[in-house]
């Protein structure tokens, strides 16, 4: 808050589109798809009528002992979207509930087998999982850690696959493998106190946009499955189309053993999650002992309202052929931001499906804070992290806007080197 009093809140009152408008009808390009959630743009009329459409006839009731259509047809259309085997789904409603229920699914899954000795867990480096005390424990982001150090338990981190750190001459898919051994060493020596290994697939977003071969994907999951240690893919911010698959693990050609969707999945329109799980997990619950189930509990667990807004989401992905469409996009807008790419202060200028990121070479230590200010100047949401600028627009953006994006991009980069 106190930034906020030389930088004052901007008061959004509509959306259309890739569009924000404030109060003074002034408009800013939403570039990072309002933390990553949106994807078919705001105020999006097919997401809106579904959702008018559900407000006629249900807005809520608890998932305990009652059920409704939303959510059954929405966790069939997942099972017959996500890789192989997860057909289960178990709802929440954030990206942090849904790593929660997934730590907890897999460590309970171990001691209903009794190994309860089975309890830790891995994560990349520069891990980002979320920020409930369970997620941070295989977060690896000391600013939003350290102070709260003493509350967390502490997980051991496996050296990230990010290319940036490959060695000079050595490409993506080498250092990808030479990271996966280093994970065998890891899991060799301590599988047995392991429950699973929590990954980001292809990109870690947090982290700064790293990106990594796919792969490590394979790689982690012949590990995981050789050691007997589940695999979580937290696809909270990559799932949804964001890398170009519908499902980022797609191009590593594995199904984990716990899939975790959020952020894209209702379009960004209302908060939802959903672990998805195996039989062999869901098969380990189901039991007459109560101790023996899963009980995590959300008030609002399988919102109908959200489960439509999801169900819409999916709808447009079929009926507009989006995966091919982001495709043919993505390498239009490559040719576009060559500029960006060229220019001599952009190092590692980088793009897996839907989201580009760089690095800028500036003499101002606030460069994020400056470029979000001059960003709002030029009509555009920018929030680098660091020195880090990265655009992962709603998908409907047009060849114009992104242009638009590119050239006012370079106009704030000449202003900050
Ligand atoms: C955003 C994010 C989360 C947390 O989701 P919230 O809804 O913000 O709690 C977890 N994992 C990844 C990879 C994310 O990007």
């Known amino acids: ?51 008018t459409d559900q407000l006629g006839k249900l807005e809520h009731v608890m998932l305990a002992g009652f059920t409704h259509e939303p959510v059954v047809q929405l966790s069939e259309r997942l099972r017959e979207l996500a890789p ?11 990206g942090a509930s849904a790593t929660e229920i997934a730590l907890k699914m897999s460590a309970h899954y171990w001691r ?3 190994q309860s000795e089975k309890s830790q867990f891995i ?70 106190q392991l429950a699973a290994f929590i990954i980001e697939p292809l990109v ?27 695999l979580i893919a937290d696809e909270i911010a990559v799932g949804m189309g964001r890398t170009g ?3 980022a693990c797609e191009q590593g050609g594995i199904a984990p053993d ?14 939802l999650s959903v672990v998805m799980t195996t039989d062999a997990i869901y098969q380990a619950f189901y039991a007459n002992e109560v101790a023996r189930g899963f009980l995590h509990s959300h008030s609002y667990t399988g919102n109908p309202l959200a489960c439509r807004a999801a169900l819409a989401t999916l709808d447009i992905f079929a009926a507009d052929d989006v995966i091919a469409a982001n495709q043919r996009k993505a390498t239009r807008f490559n040719q576009l931001a060559a500029p960006l790419r060229e220019h001599p202060k952009v190092k590692d200028f980088r793009n897996t499906g839907m989201i580009w990121a760089f690095e800028v070479e500036t003499p101002h230590r606030d460069f994020a804070q400056r470029c979000f200010s001059l960003g709002l100047q030029h009509e555009l949401l920018l929030r680098p992290m660091g020195n880090t600028v990265y655009f992962m627009p709603p998908y409907v953006i047009s060849e114009e806007e992104f242009r638009m994006l590119v050239t006012h991009t370079l106009t704030i980069i000449e202003q900050l080197t």
């Not at 192989?84 to 954030?94: E, I, N, R």
């Not at 394979?218 to 499955?225: G, I, K, N, S, T």
Request: glycine fraction near 10%; aromatic fraction near 10%; include cysteine.
């Open 1 to 51: 808050m106190k930034r906020h009093e030389t930088l004052p809140l901007v008061p959004i009152t509509r959306g259309a589109g890739v569009w924000l408008f404030d109060a003074d009808g002034r408009r800013y390009l939403d570039t990072v798809s309002s933390w990553w959630v949106n994807l078919f743009g705001h105020c999006n009329p097919r997401i809106n009528a579904s959702l």
């Open 84 to 94: 192989v085997g997860l057909g289960h789904c178990f709802y929440a409603s954030d």
């Open 112 to 114: 209903n087998h009794g």
């Open 123 to 192: 994560s990349l480096a520069n891990s980002y999982h979320g920020e409930t005390l369970g997620a941070l424990s295989v977060t690896d982001v000391a600013l939003f850690k350290d102070a709260y150090g003493v509350l967390v338990r502490q997980n051991s981190t496996v050296p990230s696959p990010d290319w940036r750190d490959a060695a000079s001459g050595e490409s993506a898919e080498d250092y990808a493998l030479r990271c996966a051994a280093a994970l065998e060493t890891h899991l060799q020596q301590h599988h047995s």
């Open 204 to 230: 870690q977003g947090a982290a700064g946009m790293a990106m990594y071969h796919s792969a490590y994907l394979r790689r982690a999951r012949e590990l995981c499955r050789q050691y007997g240690v589940h």
């Open 245 to 247: 698959t519908l499902f």
């Open 258 to 271: 716990f899939l975790l969707l959020s952020k894209g999945i209702t379009g960004g329109y209302l908060p």
